[in-house]
T-cell receptor, first 112, second 110 residues
């Protein structure tokens, strides 16, 4: 299917475990983003990538790691999950700087 | 630093009314402004994108305008329906990232 897909859709993990959220887009968009959405904070940027092998920190990067070895994939890893990382995570992509942004359906992560 | 504000935070109107959602931003140097819809527990659906050189965009019953000089965008919904109930978010694009408003929660009463 064309578009941007995230997996898993739901995940429960324990404190201290490593967990990876996957994001895949089929358009070959240059830019990809990871956001988290929390009540009272809205959407906050975690990391973004302008192209394969180019990544940079956003507003709330601590505790997260990203990689982008291929244009279409942008995984987000929580190295040692904490309860404060319980959130809904959204991946997004755009083709060029001024283009429309498209979002995945989100991953609801619960850290217990 | 770019800030985006949405007013009102919540709005409840009877079905059939025309309504306007407001979005204001502090920095006029935006590439574009995008309106999204989010249903409870769901992802974000792009509704309209207005480039910085444009003044408005239309899609069906939706019309979005952009006035960079005043730092404002509006989303006009005509003949509202219960299915329009959702949270509406606006986001201004800077160099690479979107700066988000907190959203307007819209309820359309049958």
């Amino acid at each position: 299917d064309a578009g941007i897909t995230q997996s898993p859709r739901y995940k429960i993990t324990e404190t201290g475990r490593q967990v990876t959220l996957m994001c895949h887009q089929t358009w070959s968009h240059s830019y990809m983003f990871w956001y988290r959405q929390d009540l009272g904070h809205g959407l906050r940027l975690i990391y973004y990538s302008a192209a394969a092998d180019i990544t940079d920190k956003g507003e709330v990067p601590d505790g997260y790691v990203v990689s982008r070895s291929k244009t279409e994939n942008f995984p987000l890893t929580l190295e040692s999950a904490t309860r404060s990382q319980t959130s809904v995570y959204f991946c997004a992509s755009i083709s060029i700087r001024g283009a429309e942004a498209f979002f995945g359906q989100g991953t609801r992560l619960t850290v217990v | 630093k770019q800030e985006v504000t949405q007013i009102p935070a919540a709005l409840s109107v009877p079905e059939g009314e025309n309504l306007v959602l407001n979005c204001s931003f502090t920095d006029s140097a935006i590439y574009n402004l995008q309106w999204f819809r989010q249903d409870p527990g769901k992802g974000l659906t792009s509704l309209l994108l207005i480039q910085s050189s444009q003044r408005e965009q239309t899609s069906g019953r939706l019309n979005a305008s952009l006035d960079k000089s005043s730092g404002r965008s509006t989303l006009y919904i005509a003949a509202s329906q219960p299915g329009d109930s959702a949270t509406y978010l606006c986001a201004g694009r800077g160099h690479y990232q979107l700066i988000w408003g907190a959203g307007t929660k819209l309820i359309i009463k049958p």
